[in-house]
């Protein structure tokens, strides 16, 4: 999504900046091997990698979302 326009604070200095976010979705098994994988794949020393666990949903999504995770 995006871009949009960032505003942090980065080893001490003011930043300003346009970015672009990424939604990624995976099963909570697997989350460590995709977060390895980001961090050793982006080009910042430390990308903001997160993870929003799902608590409800449509039952058709929830549905949807436990048979094409089992495997």
């Known amino acids: 999504?995006?871009?949009?326009?960032s505003?942090?604070?980065h080893e001490g200095q003011?930043?300003?900046g346009e970015?672009?976010?990424?939604?990624?979705k995976t099963t909570e098994r697997r989350y460590t091997e995709l977060e390895a994988h980001l961090l050793a794949n982006?080009?910042?020393s430390n990308p903001e990698v997160s993870a929003?666990?799902?608590t409800s949903g449509?039952?058709?999504?929830?549905?949807?979302?436990d048979?094409?995770?089992k495997g």
């Open 42 to 44: 982006h080009s910042w």
């Open 19 to 24: 970015e672009w976010q990424v939604l990624l």
């Open 7 to 9: 505003v942090f604070w």
């Open 58 to 65: 449509s039952a058709g999504y929830l549905d949807w979302l």
């Open 1 to 5: 999504m995006g871009p949009v326009v």
């Open 67 to 69: 048979q094409t995770t």
């Open 52 to 54: 929003v666990l799902i």
């Open 14 to 16: 003011y930043g300003e």
